[in-house]
């Protein structure tokens, strides 16, 4: 439970001020790989982006968020990637990939393209990293300058609990919020593997809780649970789905 708490009040925190999704990117990397952002969210990736000029003071940044991903790759193989960025997509692949050898950063993936520069993913700074992860595409976390391994670690473990859909065994395998954004109304089409009881909560991006959208036995299948929005405060929000065991986080954004 204290785990839980600590991811979704990870989330808010990190949400309040940053971007509530992330631009795609489509490209290629240095090695000419073909990439899709958002396919690769959508697929249960968690994603960090390190943006460099390459510079001195960019190596400790890097080298920290390195060494917080590669922890990662036997407990999860393949599902957390580090992407190495130049700034402004004005150095070569091939200086890029030295400094990266050198500094020892051997895994991560190095991209120079003018579409994933960091001007397109908020205020610029030098280092900056993003922390991206589940299927609304969200940011959780999001560094400039320095690093800190305990929060880019805590944000990565949020991404991935938010990013589970699709496991074998999985209680959820798909969960979506629409209209995108809601006004008076909203409909959560919730997909169980089994019946379970569930309890769906809608939280502020304080954690405060706001209102028990439901509280109860779902049977297999999918489900529609409604919500009625009208009288909440427009805004963004995190809707939090539990059985007492599994945990996912989805974001609801309410206009009036």
Same mark, same amino acid.
């Given at each position: 439970?204290?785990?839980?708490?600590?991811?979704?009040?990870?989330?808010?925190? %990190?949400? !309040?001020?940053?971007?509530?999704?992330?631009?795609?990117?489509?490209?290629?990397?240095? &090695? #000419?790989?073909?990439?899709?952002?958002?396919?690769?969210?959508?697929?249960?990736?968690?994603?960090?982006?390190?943006?460099?000029?390459?510079?001195?003071?960019?190596?400790?940044?890097?080298?920290?968020?390195?060494?917080?991903?590669?922890?990662?790759?036997? *407990?999860?193989?393949? @599902?957390? @990637?580090?992407?190495?960025?130049?700034?402004?997509?004005?150095?070569?692949? &091939?200086?890029?990939?030295?400094?990266?050898?050198?500094?020892?950063?051997?895994?991560?993936?190095?991209?120079?393209? $003018? *579409?994933?520069?960091?001007?397109?993913?908020?205020? $610029?700074?030098?280092?900056?990293?993003?922390?991206?992860?589940?299927?609304?595409?969200?940011?959780?976390?999001?560094?400039?300058?320095?690093?800190?391994?305990?929060?880019?670690? *805590?944000?990565?473990? &949020?991404?991935?609990?938010?990013? *589970?859909?699709?496991?074998?065994?999985? !209680?959820?395998?798909?969960?979506?919020?629409? $209209?995108?954004?809601?006004?008076?109304?909203?409909?959560?089409?919730? %997909?169980?593997?089994?019946?379970?009881?569930?309890?769906?909560? !809608?939280?502020?991006?304080?954690?405060?809780?706001?209102?028990?959208?439901?509280? #109860?036995?779902?049977?297999?299948?999918?489900? @529609?649970?409604?919500?009625?929005?009208?009288?909440?405060?427009?805004?963004?929000?995190?809707?939090?789905?539990?059985?007492?065991?599994?945990?996912?986080? @989805?974001?609801?954004?309410? %206009?009036?």
């Amino acid at each position: 439970m204290k785990k839980h708490l600590l991811a979704f009040a990870l989330i808010a925190t %990190t949400l !309040l001020g940053a971007a509530q999704t992330a631009p795609n990117y489509t490209g290629a990397d240095c &090695a #000419g790989n073909p990439h899709d952002l958002y396919a690769e969210l959508d697929a249960g990736k968690v994603l960090v982006l390190m943006w460099v000029m390459p510079c001195p003071p960019c190596v400790g940044p890097s080298l920290t968020t390195y060494n917080v991903v590669q922890s990662y790759q036997s *407990s999860h193989p393949d @599902r957390v @990637r580090m992407y190495l960025c130049d700034d402004y997509a004005n150095t070569s692949c &091939a200086a890029l990939n030295g400094w990266k050898n050198i500094n020892g950063l051997t895994n991560a993936t190095t991209f120079s393209d $003018p *579409s994933l520069v960091m001007t397109n993913y908020g205020t $610029p700074a030098m280092p900056k990293m993003m922390v991206l992860g589940g299927t609304d595409h969200a940011t959780y976390y999001s560094a400039k300058v320095t690093v800190d391994p305990n929060t880019l670690q *805590s944000a990565i473990n &949020a991404a991935l609990a938010a990013t *589970s859909i699709g496991e074998p065994n999985a !209680l959820v395998s798909d969960v979506s919020i629409h $209209p995108v954004p809601a006004t008076d109304q909203a409909w959560i089409d919730i %997909t169980l593997s089994r019946t379970t009881e569930l309890m769906i909560d !809608l939280h502020d991006l304080s954690g405060k809780a706001v209102q028990r959208i439901h509280n #109860g036995p779902l049977p297999p299948g999918t489900q @529609r649970i409604e919500l009625t929005t009208l009288t909440i405060p427009a805004g963004m929000y995190v809707v939090r789905i539990t059985d007492g065991t599994e945990l996912t986080y @989805r974001h609801l954004i309410i %206009t009036h």
